[in-house]
C-alpha cells in the first residue's frame, strides 16, 4: 500500500512539474506573438477618432459613421484596404464596428483578444492595448 502511495504521490509530483513548465512555454509563445501598440477610442458626432500613442505608423484616424456596416480594418499602418488581408502583415490587426455608443472590436492578430466591446459615451475615451482595454 506504501509503495502505491509513493509511485501516486511521485506520478502527481512529476505531473505538476511537467504542466507548469508547459504552460509558462505556452505563455512565453503567445507573449511573443503579440505587437505591442496603445489606441484611445473616443466617440464624436462624426464617428470614431482613434489616436495611438505606441506601436503606430500612425498618430490619429478618423473613422465615420457613414452607413458602413462592414466596419475597418485597422493595423499599425492605418486603415487597411477591406480587400487586403491584415493578418498577413507584420503588426497588429483589428476590425472595428460601430454602432450607436457601441465599438466591438476583433483581434486579427497580434493581440491576445479574439473581441472586445464596450461602450462610449460622449467626452469620454476609452484605450486598448494587445492585452485588452487599459484604464
Known sequence: MKNIIKLVTGNLFCFIV???????????????DLTEFN???ENT???LNLKCTEGC????LS?????????YKVDGYGIVDENSNAAK????????????????????NGTSWK???????PNKNVSIDEMGMVK
Open 39 to 41: 489606441v484611445t477610442f
Open 18 to 32: 511537467l504542466m507548469t513548465a508547459f504552460g509558462i512555454n505556452v505563455n512565453a509563445q503567445n507573449k511573443k
Open 89 to 108: 502583415l507584420p503588426t497588429f490587426g483589428f476590425m472595428v464596428k460601430k454602432s450607436e455608443n457601441q465599438v466591438m472590436l476583433i483581434g486579427m
Open 57 to 60: 505608423a500612425w498618430t490619429t
Open 45 to 47: 458626432d462624426a464617428g
Open 115 to 121: 473581441d472586445l466591446k464596450f461602450s462610449l459615451i
Open 63 to 71: 473613422l465615420k459613421s457613414d452607413g458602413n456596416t462592414a466596419g
